[in-house]
């Protein structure tokens, strides 16, 4: 854990919970791509750094899930760097509060406020600030997550973030988290036709050819969707389907399950039902979703 990987030319990952990647800009100046999942993750990638006589530039997120931006904090006030986030992300990664507020829907109970679901807050600024890396390509994945982004660096490394999780990872917790399943359809749509020299999703093996991976992703989501809808045949409230889903794939409830499966199955409710596939009724001051046909 924590090795440093050459990717390309100018491009690195770093092994961890979820990749980091590093681009050098220079012999000596260098960006993070993400961070690490806390304040340990941020030690152990300045030690790199320091080994490599490298110095830190700034940090690019490619989204605010705490596993991403948790080494933000100390890096920042380490060396100074910059911390750069697209559009909502920049709002959630100043103000991490906002995560499992969002995942809870209110103001979320001491269990919830950990650096699992909320990392420290640092001074992030948007990606169109003037001293954004402007080689970099920046790659829309929204879907996961609201802004999220990936990025090409200039030799053709690409880093994908959390669009495409690993078969292992799909097959031990089946739902990964989606805040909009229409539009990580698309982007898994968009993705699959991408060419590069070499791909680096931050939960699965980097590879050359993403398009397997990303099959494998959108199979999955649509086995949830089923799954979802032969719960739904007959009326269900939310918490009756929660625990039938649970129930089916074998998943352990904790806090933290609650909140990240319950909000990525509301998600799938609201695009079934936009999708005209299941309807919601109200029925004595019950919520209850019913599947249609």
Known sequence: MFELVQAGERSYYIHSPAKIGLYKASDT????????????????????????????????NTHSNADHIGGNNYLQRQTGCKVFSNGIETAFTRRTVLEPSFLYGA??????????LMAEDSDAVDISDG???????????????????????????????????????LEKY???????????????????????????????????????LAVCNREKVYEIADSLMTVCQTPANFEELLKAIFDRYMLTMSFEQYVLVGS??????SWLKDQGKIT?????????WQTIG
């Open 174 to 212: 089946h739902i990964s988290f989606i805040y909009d399943v229409q539009a990580y359809l698309d982007t898994l749509s968009m993705v699959e036709q991408l060419q590069a020299k070499l791909f680096v999703p931050a939960h699965a093996e980097a590879c050359t050819d993403i398009r397997e």
């Open 29 to 60: 100046d260098v960006y993070l791509i993400d961070s690490g999942n806390d304040k340990d993750a941020g030690r152990r990638v300045r030690k790199i750094l320091d080994e490599n006589g490298w110095t830190l530039k700034g940090i690019i």
């Open 131 to 169: 001293d954004f890396p402007k080689e970099l390509e920046l790659i829309p994945l929204p879907g996961h997550f609201f802004d999220m982004i990936g990025i090409r660096t200039p030799d053709d490394t690409v880093f994908l973030a959390d669009c495409l999780s690993s078969p292992a990872i």
């Open 264 to 269: 990525t199955l509301r998600s799938y409710l």
């Open 280 to 288: 919601a009724l109200i029925e004595n001051n019950r919520l209850l």
């Open 107 to 116: 103001y979320p109970f001491k269990e919830l406020r950990h650096k699992f």
